[in-house]
């Protein structure tokens, strides 16, 4: 079952400008992460957010998690024509839930930073 | 360097014909999976190990076989083929059940 849904789709910027990307999920998280995915690679890790924090630095990476909203998002600021990639939020339940702590993830976001 | 590795990288094959994707990691990482990637549908596990000799179905593992006799290497086995096991594959490793994981480069699959 699909647990976080981003927001949008496609999203398509001008170089230097921000990118912000939104995730949404259903149930209760133990901490949600954040990958990038170059096209037909593999997924490369960018920032893990745990359920009692707020909000991320790393770079010019900024994520914040709203845990009320059940939705996170993630910033990307002066963006770069090498930011060009897929980004997937995913989730991981809490411990309790016994769900052998599968990481799920959404269906992703098609970032396009024009030079 | 830490990595997860996948090989093969590409492989066309037919229908029936058995096939065995190895994926080994170097990080001593007791959680291990393998994913599915389609078009329009995301991520989804196949399967996962939370350590050696403990192996466990994920969301859709109909048509794969896993093994986990070594804490490095989790190979992924299709015992029959079929198209619509065409897809992109990829291992991924975790340290701790709470952390962040790391992914091999991927496998694509064509089964004619």
């Known amino acids: 079952s699909q647990q976080g849904e981003e927001d949008p789709q496609a999203l398509s910027i001008q170089e230097g400008e921000n990118a912000t990307m939104n995730c949404s999920y259903k149930?209760?998280?133990?901490?949600l992460q954040w990958y990038r995915q170059n096209s037909g690679r593999g997924l490369v890790h960018l920032i893990l957010?745990?359920?009692?924090?707020r909000e991320k630095h790393s770079g010019r990476l900024r994520v914040t998690l709203d845990t009320s909203k059940k939705s996170s998002s993630l910033l990307i600021t002066a963006s770069r024509a090498a930011d060009t990639a897929s980004y997937f939020c995913?989730?991981?339940?809490?411990?309790?839930?016994?769900?052998?702590?599968?990481?799920?993830f959404g269906k992703g976001i098609t970032l396009s930073v024009r030079p | 360097e830490a990595q997860v590795t996948q090989n093969p990288r590409y492989l066309i094959t037919v229908t029936g014909k058995k096939l065995t994707v190895t994926c080994s990691q170097n990080m001593n990482h007791e959680y291990m999976s393998w994913y599915r990637q389609d078009p329009g549908l995301g991520l989804r596990q196949i399967y996962y190990s939370m350590n050696v000799e403990v192996t466990d179905k994920g969301d859709v593992p109909e048509g794969y076989k896993v093994s986990r006799k070594e804490k490095r290497n989790f190979p992924l086995i299709l015992e029959s083929p079929s198209p619509n096991q065409t897809s992109l594959y990829f291992c991924?490793?975790?340290?701790?059940?709470?952390?962040?994981?790391?992914f091999g480069p991927g496998t694509r699959l064509t089964v004619l």
């Open positions: 995913a989730t991981v339940a809490p411990l309790y839930t016994g769900a052998n702590s599968k990481l799920t």
């Open positions: 149930t209760s998280i133990n901490n």
């Open positions: 957010i745990r359920s009692n924090e």
């Open positions: 991924a490793s975790r340290g701790g059940a709470q952390g962040t994981q790391y």
